[in-house]
């Protein structure tokens, strides 16, 4: 087998077989076909498309170019949640414990901040002594003890998308759904998990800014998944502005905590409620969303969410006392009255990120003690000077390029804006679970 | 400038400015854009199409990555031809002596012989001496002196293209229309000529087995090479079976020097004749094609044609009388009898590779003695036993390769075959031209 003649096969419009696709990503992994002709191919894969054979049969490859997690020695049903990145978007720390609170094992491998998104990881280690390094031998122990772990990636889980995901990176390759989807999906799918809900996000501060193309890739990933035997839904869900009020890693954090004891936003408590119910759904706890979110009610009311969120930081090393804080807080007040029209999401991700709370590269450290808490939020009504947002920083070197930032990102003006649904759509495999909760949203 | 954020415009169906082609191609010269970036621009370029002004944009980068000849200072007007490729295709051998002959500057660079094809480089070098590495002020001299000068491509020559080529040729983006063009048209301007006959063949024998893509192809030639102020015509021509009856280096030479001497192969010498008429007509010799070809006639008729091959031959260091003669003959007779009614032209070029007259990898050395020589073409009628081609051969170690694939080549049936027209239509800016032309073929 040559791989430029795979590559001619796909540029022409062919169809790769299984075997053809196992073979290329197993010879790229082994650094026998050169990334030169890797982009080529990859070039080829983005403007051709991958018929939904190929799209199943890379992502299985891509998935067993590394170590894939056997959890069948712990019981119980095993299911993870994956989010395509937003602002504020910080559901992993409310749904992971209240999920294994509701007896579903949680074994969540979770990535770090990219671009003007946070990330799983920056937050849970902005606890002081949180460690998400753990192997799989203390991933497996933790699991079996308390049911949930949250770690970061391994570099023996699915190596190749590793590679191909740098390659993408510098070649123009990133924005296709297929290869989007098979990156994804070979990760989560290496975790050994029985079960996947999907969350992902449209609007000015996700990736992808248009629904059309978010529903696209959740059906994608809907496919891929139970194609591979894993029950998997997708929650088409808000991010034309931040969710909940806190954008920072340890500020997010006490956000969390206050949504698990039950006084969190709004917006982030409901998400957090609908994506554990489907977590529970799938996992088979519950017959209906509207019976996994009265146990996710359940969980907050008495406590033992919160109590598995403090097993967890507890079996991983961390010390909740000590969440940092920045050193000062400016209010940044509106400058005349009326409705907050829009929210340019991306912009407040941004401002964050300059404050501190990012990385612009790779090897940038993070201030986790840094960010935002907004005091207004889409369709509330302010008065000229009240407090559009709470700036919580330690160095004034990039502050007055994150207030211009987030002057900008608001628009206050005299339009009622008409509120976006939390929840646009469901797409899964079975059409009852669509349909119910479709009217919760 | 960023190079992925052309390759995203590109990929997005976008147009790329002069400028930013311009940048790219210097970059990537200096070797500032690695070659897994620029692969998956060349897929993009290939599947998206490139627009006339990318396209003329990308030539001019191409031309403008190494020296471009100035030759200014040698009075008359100066003229080449390139042919895609084929097989016996050896008409620059007669053209370039006889346009000289008729005062043209001929400064011909040309190329090796690729997969079946052969090269002109190759069959002049079975003249033993003859030297096709002129440096540039030896070029210029004889220029000046008789005319014409029958070299090879030197580094210096768009190094861009030759980077560009060999990344395509192992990326699977070699099969572009355009990327061909910015391919030839870079070398062929960079030779400071004032016009350029494309001689652009179809059939089982060419690169391109459809008229549609040869058509395609020429007209990208034709209007780049008149964008960038060089009169270019392009005749497409028949390559459906050998043209005239040598294939293999010495035996061509000698066939050309039959044309030469005005008894050589009808459709050789047609072929010639017109390609000539062609250079004279853009280089103003003569007002039409009928003109051109009276000057050919006659240059052949007088022996002048023939001389100048033997003083280009001379001033290159070449001796005619010690070209070589294979030591075994074999003729190859026809099972059966009827007519002609196909010879499959690529398994003739890759019989005579075989045979050692053509190179598998670009290392290998060429034997110049060997080749065939057809006794029957296409429409001819063969009885039984009749001898169809006669094999020149030094090692027997792959003769039964070759005979086999000769005999395949042929296919000997009841019907007259319909004979495909030497030249089936001309593109040239010039309609006038065009018509003229193909009442001719």
């Given at each position: 087998m040559r791989f430029i003649d795979l590559t001619r096969k796909k540029r022409d419009g062919g169809e790769l077989s299984r075997d053809e696709i196992a073979w290329a990503i197993r010879q790229y992994t082994a650094d026998a076909i050169p990334d030169y002709q890797m982009s080529a191919w990859l070039m080829a894969a983005l403007l051709r498309g991958l018929t939904r054979a190929e799209l199943a049969a890379l992502t299985e490859a891509m998935l067993h170019s590394g170590r894939v997690l056997d959890?069948?020695?712990?019981?119980g049903v095993k299911i993870d949640k994956h989010s395509t990145g937003g602002v504020g978007d910080k559901t992993s720390l409310i749904l992971a414990p209240v999920a294994a609170a509701a007896g579903v094992i949680v074994p969540m491998i979770s990535g770090r901040g990219l671009g003007h998104t946070g990330g799983t990881l920056d937050k849970l280690e902005s606890i002081p002594g949180f460690n998400v390094h753990l192997s799989l031998e203390q991933t497996m122990r933790q699991l079996a003890e308390i049911g949930v772990a949250l770690i970061g990636q391994t570099e023996d889980i699915a190596p190749a998308d590793k590679r191909l995901y740098a390659l993408r990176d510098v070649t123009g390759?990133?924005?296709s759904p297929n290869l989007i989807c098979a990156s994804i999906m070979s990760k989560k799918l290496a975790e050994g998990i029985d079960g996947l809900v999907l969350d992902v996000k449209t609007g000015?501060?996700?990736?992808?800014?248009s629904e059309e193309e978010a529903r696209h890739l959740a059906e994608l990933m809907v496919e891929t998944g139970e194609r591979m035997g894993v029950r998997t839904a997708a929650l088409l869900t808000d991010m034309d502005q931040p969710l909940g009020y806190a954008v920072g890693n340890a500020l997010e954090v006490k956000e969390c905590i206050a949504v698990l004891s039950g006084s969190g936003p709004q917006d982030l408590t409901r998400l957090s409620s609908l994506l554990t119910a489907w977590m529970l759904l799938l996992g088979g706890k519950v017959a209906t969303i509207e019976e996994g979110e009265q146990v996710f009610a359940r969980l907050i009311a008495d406590g033992s969410g919160l109590r598995k969120f403090h097993e967890i930081v507890r079996a991983q090393g961390?010390?909740?006392?000590?969440l940092p804080r920045a050193k000062n807080v400016m209010p940044l007040a509106a400058a005349s009255g009326g409705y907050v029209e829009q929210i340019d999401c991306e912009k407040i991700g941004i401002a964050s990120l300059v404050l501190g709370g990012g990385r612009e590269r790779k090897e940038d450290a993070i201030d986790p003690a840094v960010g935002l808490i907004l005091r207004k939020k889409v369709g509330d009504v302010v008065r000229a000077s009240d407090t559009l947002c709470e700036i919580h920083y330690n160095?004034?070197?990039r502050l007055a390029e994150a207030v211009a930032l987030i002057e900008s990102s608001y628009r206050v003006g005299s339009q009622m804006p008409i509120r976006r649904p939390l929840v646009s759509d469901v797409i899964s495999a079975g059409h009852q679970f669509a349909r119910s909760a479709k009217q919760e949203s």
């Open positions: 959890l069948s020695s712990i019981p390759t990133v924005e000015s501060g996700a990736f992808m800014k961390g010390d909740l006392s000590g160095s004034e070197a």
